[in-house]
Every structure is written in C-alpha cells, then in structure tokens.
C-alpha cells in the first residue's frame, strides 16, 4: 500500500510538471539528473557519508554534523540530498559537500539504484524523513542508519492504532538520536531503546551562524549607523500578507526602522509590498538598491528596508531591537532561533503549536504570541514603553538558545 502510494504521488508531480508547476517541474529534472551525478562523482571504491534533508530547514539542523565531520575527516566524501526543490535549490552549490542531489522517489526500483550508486558507509537522516522502502534497503545492506534532530509526538502516523505497519520503518533505524524525552518515551513503546536525547542541531547552527554573521554596510547605511544615533530597528523574517495584516498599521506613525525580508522573493511580491508600504507614507528602499553605492542617500532616507534576496537576513537579525518572525498566521512560523540567538525579544503569529524551541521561548518570555493587529499594538507599545521588558525578553531569548545549544557534539560521526 505504502509503495502504492508513492507511485500514485510521483504520478501526480510528474503530471503537475507538464502543467507548468514550477517545484513539480524542478523535482521531476533534478531527480533524473539524480542518477547521472552519483555515476559521475562516486566511483566502486567511495563510500560516502550520505545525509539527508527534506528541505532547508533540516539542512541548517544537518549542517553542523557536516562541517564537523568535514573538519575532522576531510579525506571522507559527503553526499547530500535534498527532497524538496526549495532546499535543494538554495543550496545545490553547497561546498560543505562533495556531492549535491535530489533524493529520488521512494520507490523498491530507485531505493535499489540509488543505494547501489551511492554505497553510502552511513547515512543521517534529519528530522522527519521516514522513506519505508531506502530504510529497508539500507537496513537489508547493513548501513548504519541515524536518525538527527528527531522529534515525536502522540498523534503522529507512527503511534496510531492502524498505522498499516509503517512503524516497522522505525525498526530500520540503528540509533535515534532525539530533541526530547517525550520521543524517547514515545519510541520505546514500540519496543525500540536504541534512542539517545541530545538535543536540536538547530541551536549549534545559529549559533555558529552568530558567530561567523558579517558586517553588512548596506544595513548599515540605512540603519545611519555612520551618525551613532541609535534607532529603533523591527525586523521581520519570512514575511506573508497575513502577517502584514498584523504588524505593518502599528508603523505608520512610528519612528522605528522596518527591515522586512519576504518569504517568497519574486518581483510581483517585491512590488505590490513596496506599493502598500508607499501608500501608507512609508518610504522604501530595497537590499538591491543599497548594493550600488550611488543609491546609499536614497535609502538613509527611507522608512523601510525590503530584502529582495536570499542569504542576508540570518545576518541582519543582528541589528534587530524587535524581531518578527513570520508564517503563524498561515503554514506555521519559520525560523524563530535565528533571530533569538541574537538576544532580541521574537513575535509570532499562533500557528506555533508543533515548534519545540518557539514554544519554550514563549514559556520563558523570549518570545511573545499574537492573534491580530491590536495584540501586536499591545505588545510593541509596551516593549517601546518599558525598556526592562525589552531587555528581560530579549535575554531570556538568547539565554534559551545558548544553554540549548551542544546536540552536534553529542553525535558521532
């Protein structure tokens, strides 16, 4: 049935691609060129250490397992493969890795090839990917298999009474290694003790993400940092139209600085916010324009700071008084330990429920919770009016990162 089920899918990507789905489309090439890569880059004699990643977010939470394992063992190939095209896109040049590639459908067949191809020594699986079919060839193969970054939960397919046998997968694994002991107790009612609780890899890579963050004069400039007047600085990270609705009236008349980086970067999304700031008599500037020195006057004046490109805003974070990260009003938040590294105080919207690190940060008071345009009012109002509270908030956020950080360490690689 599982296998069924995965042909049927494959059939349905297959077939949005020649409709012109633009992601479908991506898969559907990357993952044939999938098997030319691995015949072109891995030789009989290689044995690469395979990881695998969903999408970008499980990347950053296998990065630091990478780097580590790059810095210690540099003689060791690495092979990374990403399953969706919004991960393996953004970092199919990744120089971290030897060999950058789609992970093909989860068919018997392309288990078998890949598997066969490849010849991994390991393999790390992060997070949430359970392919029943390459667990079972990597198990049949005795290839050490490791689950990084795991974390489980009672209503998940794997706990439910008819599950159809997909928790035989779990038995394929040869160590978890998990974010909590609620997984651990979770696992072993499956009968499965192999489980180690180490953490999120996520804290060690913004954390290095803090440490290695650059200097961007473009920021710079607009923020006026070259006069050494302090500004008041809202950042917002991945930001969708749901959450413009909540946060963007407050500014109107405010005298903060809004650096505003969307979750989709498009030239129609870059225009029609630019159109909404200036209609609100909110001047704006975009990352591109301050890239060109001759447009720095321009956005010293401007109100609002657009960032129409990917890779900066793990580094602008820094120069946040307030951050905002976006996607609780609609798919579930993004990214909230890159800002919070940073010991800036984080908003979100409440479809927050299943992030581990955002509910944590919303118990300690890193972190504050908003249902619409006029619970996000009362929050700023008060960070604006009670700098001890912005400060608390935004120690209690960095200290919660600091003191989680170490999972990477705990792993053997």
Same mark, same amino acid.
């Given at each position: ?7 049927l ?10 409709l ?22 891995i ?7 395979w ?11 296998g ?9 210690e063992?540099?003689?060791?190939k690495?092979?990374l ?19 950058v ?22 393999a ?8 029943a079919?390459?667990?079972a ?5 005795g ?6 970054s795991?974390i ?13 046998g ?9 160590h978890?290694?998990?974010?909590d002991?609620?997984s651990r ?8 003790t192999?489980?180690?609780v180490v953490?999120?890899?996520?804290f060690?890579?913004?954390?290095d ?8 004069p ?11 007047? %302090?500004q ?7 930001s ?10 407050y500014?109107k ?27 609100m008599?909110i ?13 720095y ?11 129409n ?10 120069y ?10 609609g798919?579930?938040?993004?990214n909230? %330990?890159?800002?919070a ?14 992030f581990r ?5 919303l ?9 619409d345009?006029q ?7 008060d ?6 509270h ?5 120690k209690a956020a960095?200290?919660?990162i600091?003191?989680?950080?170490g ?6 690689v």
């Open positions: 049935m599982y296998s069924i089920a995965i042909l899918y494959a059939l349905g990507v297959k077939m949005a691609a020649l012109g789905h633009r992601k479908a489309r991506l898969m559907v090439r990357g993952q044939r060129e999938t098997w030319r890569l691995l015949h072109k880059h030789t009989q004699e290689d044995r690469p250490v990881f695998h990643a969903a999408s970008l977010g499980e990347f950053e939470q990065r630091p397992l990478m780097e580590r394992l790059r810095r063992h540099p003689e060791q690495i092979l493969t990403f399953f969706s095209p919004s991960g393996y896109e953004v970092r199919k040049n990744y120089d971290g890795a030897d060999i590639c789609y992970l093909p459908m989860d068919t018997p067949r392309s288990a078998r090839r890949f598997l066969s191809l490849a010849h991994p020594s390991r790390y699986i992060i997070k949430y990917e359970f392919w079919n390459y667990f060839e990597l198990h049949a193969a290839i050490p298999t490791y689950s990084v795991s489980f939960r009672p209503g998940q397919f794997f706990f439910r009474t008819w599950n159809f997909y928790d035989r997968v779990l038995h394929h694994v040869t978890f290694y998990v974010q002991e609620q107790e979770l696992l072993a009612t499956k009968g499965i192999n489980v180690s953490g999120d890899t996520r060690d890579r913004v954390m993400i803090r440490r290695q963050a650059k200097n961007l473009e920021v710079e400039h607009f923020l006026g940092k070259e006069t050494g007047t %302090p008041k600085v809202f950042i917002v990270g991945s969708w139209e749901a959450d413009e609705d909540v946060y963007l009236d500014f008349d405010k005298d903060w600085r809004l650096i505003i980086a969307p979750h989709v970067v498009s030239d129609e999304r870059i225009t029609g916010l630019r159109k909404r700031l200036e209609g008599g001047h704006t500037t975009l990352f591109s324009e301050l890239s060109a020195n001759s447009a006057a321009e956005g010293q004046d401007a109100d609002a700071l657009l960032v490109c990917y890779g900066k805003l793990s580094s602008i974070y820094r946040a008084t307030v951050a905002y990260v976006g996607g609780g009003f798919v579930g938040i993004h909230v %330990p890159e800002a590294v940073y010991g800036v105080p984080v908003i979100i919207g409440p479809n927050n429920k299943k690190e955002a509910q944590a940060l118990k300690n008071g890193g972190c504050r919770e908003v249902h345009a619970e996000f009012a009362t929050v700023m109002d960070y604006d009016s009670h700098p001890d912005l400060a608390a908030a935004g960095g200290n919660y600091s003191q989680n950080a999972a990477a360490d705990k792993i053997p």
